[in-house]
C-alpha cells in the first residue's frame, strides 16, 4: 500500500500563522475602507442636504417683499404664525444693518444684528381676476416664510440634541392695498368673490407697522374687506429641510446642524463664526443681512455634521444673495 503524505504539527502551525495574519491585514484593509466610504458617503449627503436647502430658501428671496427682522415692531409678527415646532431656545431674527459688513474683521460689522432664522413674505404668482369678458384685474398674493432651528428628540450630536432646520409656509395673502385700489365698490365685490373662490381668505397689507391692522377678512359680497386685529397667520406647508438626520448610511452616522462648537465638540467649522455665541445660540445657521431696502444682501451660513462611532465630519455651505424689502 502506498504511503499517503500528511502535514506535520510544525507545518499545520505556520500555516495558521499565515492565514491568521492574511486574516488579520484583510478586515484592517476592509475597515479602513469602510470608514473612508462611510466618511466620503456622509460628506456628500451633507453637501446635497444644504444645497437643496439653500437653494429652496433662496429662489423665495428672490421675490421678496418684506424681510421681518428682530425689533419691537417686527418680532410681533412672527409670533402670529401657526402650527409650528418649538424653536430652539434662544432663537432670534437678524436685525438689518443697512450700513454694516459682513465681514468680522471689519469695523462695520456688528455680530449683536446676527440671528439664527430667517422670517419672511415673499410674491406669489399674481391672481388674474376675469371681472368681465373684457375687463381683468391683477391683484398680487404673497406668502410668510420662516425658517428655524429645532431640536431632535432622542439624537444627540457632540453630547446636545441633534437639530434640524425646518421651513414654514403661510397660505396665500392679497394684497390690501391693491383691492382697495379700486374705487367701485361692485369691481371690489366681484374681485374678493374671486378671491374666495380661489381659497384665498385673507389680505395683508404689507406696509403696515403694526400687525393689529395688518391683515384684514375677505367676505363674499362684502366690498370692504374688516380688519382682523387678532389674526394669527395660516400655514399652508411645513417641513423638515434636513431630513436625511435619522442615520445616513448603515446606521452609523447621525446628522443635523450642527451645534456651538467647543471643548470636547470640534470640527473643521466652527460655530459660530459670526453671531455672538450665547448658549446654544446661533447653532449652525447663521444670518446676517446688510445693505439699502431696494438691494439687501442675504448671508446665510449652515453648517451641517454627521457624527459616527469613531469619527465626525462637517460641512459647511455659506452663501449669499440679493433680496429687496419695498414694502
Known sequence: MEKQEGMTLTELMISLSVFTIIVAVTMTSISTFSKAFTSMDATNQLKSCSQKAINKIGLRLSECKRIFQNTAADTPFLLRITDIETPLSNSRLPRIIETGSLSPGDSLFDASGVGNSLFFANTEFPEILQLSSSYTARIDCYVFNYYYLVPVSGITIGNTPALKLMEWHSKKYADYKQIMAFTDTNTRTLIINQLKNRQIDYAWDPAATSV????YLLEAGNPTPSVVS???IQKDTYEDMTKFARGVIWGRYKAGVSPNTGGAFNTDHPVPKYAIASQNFPSGFE?????PRSAHRVFIRMVLVA????MLVAFENPVLTSARNLW
Open 230 to 232: 387678532g389674526h394669527m
Open 212 to 215: 393689529s391692522s395688518a391683515f
Open 287 to 291: 444670518v446676517a443681512i446688510t445693505g
Open 307 to 310: 457624527q459616527g462611532p469613531s
